[in-house]
């Protein structure tokens, strides 16, 4: 079934010309194209590594696990964004273009013909597979800033009863541009916090620049090995990993007078971190507990200038929705950050 080709009461004409670009790649881009390359290395159910093939089912390869304590069957679509859907994948690659191109769930429920609490589980399922952005490791040089949000209890019916807390959020980025950005702590914030759910993403080699945060400074002064001001050694191996990473002369230049620079003129952290409330603005409030999915999802538009619609955009379809990140839908009542679930 073909999308969006003949909308009535549709006036965007820009989005809807747009789109019927992407049926040039609906015939190469099938759930078996996506899936069939996927790595299978364990069983999804008990991890298990002792699996056989099993048939096929509409194009792609099933398995049976051959543990005596599970013996169930599963495929490479098993733990993805498709399991269990019934819709085509051109639907699901038409809301993703949606998504990113700023369209509301409402929107995206008009246009496309869907509920809108299909519209609302599509969005956080297509995000949760950002997390794996929160692995990343901050190495060489990295700038470390901290916001604040006040808590959102949006979807919370006993929300007026509840006290608002503080949310404390950590972002980090390296020379290599790895972007780290995630809740640590609700309430207060401490060194144990920063230690606990932030510090496993900062090599212990890396000069850091944490811009007179008080706790951030402890930490670096605690257990990393380079901070402010650098020896002229380290600046002159950081201007070499600026030139191997292609970055611009400017950002060579202000490495280079890093020991006199104000902690207000950072070199990439302020660019990243400054803009993040006027980029929640849009969705007129998101729940806490789903804080650190959007938050992803501006790591993808900071690091990525993806021209929507365009093929760039389909490859990015193609890397989200081949990566294990199924939740269920009944889970969502009871989703919470990652410091909580490390907690």
């Avoid at 429920?109 to 869907?114: A, Y």
């Avoid at 950072?266 to 938050?295: C, D, M, P, Q």
Wanted: net charge positive; charged share 25%.
């Amino acid at each position: 079934m073909s999308y969006l080709l003949d909308i009535p009461n549709f006036s965007d004409d820009d989005i809807k010309n747009k789109l019927i670009i992407v049926n040039k790649y609906i015939n190469e881009i099938t759930t078996s194209s996506i899936l069939n390359n996927r790595k299978i290395d364990t069983c999804p159910y008990c991890n298990g590594d002792h699996f056989i093939k099993h048939g096929n089912y509409r194009g792609l390869q099933r398995f049976k696990c051959k543990s005596k304590n599970c013996n169930k069957t599963f495929s490479s679509k098993t733990n993805t964004i498709f399991s269990y859907s019934k819709k085509s994948v051109d639907l699901w690659m038409k809301y993703f273009i949606l998504m990113n191109n700023g369209k509301s769930l409402r929107e995206c429920s008009k246009i496309l013909n869907i509920n809108l609490a299909t519209s609302f589980f599509w969005r956080h399922k297509i995000l949760t597979t950002e997390n794996r952005n929160n692995n990343g490791i901050l190495k060489n040089y990295v700038e470390i800033s901290k916001l604040i949000f006040k808590e959102n209890l949006k979807g919370n019916k006993s929300a007026k009863y509840i006290k608002k807390e503080n949310i404390f959020i950590a972002c980090g980025i390296d020379i290599n541009s790895t972007i780290i950005s995630k809740v640590i702590s609700r309430r207060t914030i401490s060194l144990s916090t920063i230690n606990e759910h932030f510090a496993k993403n900062i090599d212990k080699t890396a000069v850091l620049s944490t811009y007179n945060d008080r706790y951030f400074d402890i930490y670096a002064k605690k257990q990393n090995a380079s901070t402010l001001p650098l020896s002229k050694e380290i600046i002159l191996n950081l201007v070499s990993q600026i030139q191997t990473n292609k970055h611009s002369n400017r950002n060579s230049i202000e490495i280079n007078n890093i020991n006199e620079r104000l902690p207000s003129k950072s070199i990439f952290i302020h660019k990243f971190s400054l803009n993040i409330r006027n980029w929640l603005f849009r969705f007129k409030g998101v729940a806490t507990k789903y804080l650190e999915n959007y938050l992803n999802w501006y790591i993808i538009d900071f690091k990525n200038n993806y021209e929507t619609f365009l093929l760039n955009q389909v490859l990015l379809f193609k890397d989200y929705f081949s990566k294990s990140s199924y939740i269920k839908i009944s889970e969502f009542s009871d989703y919470k950050l990652s410091f909580q679930r490390s907690s």
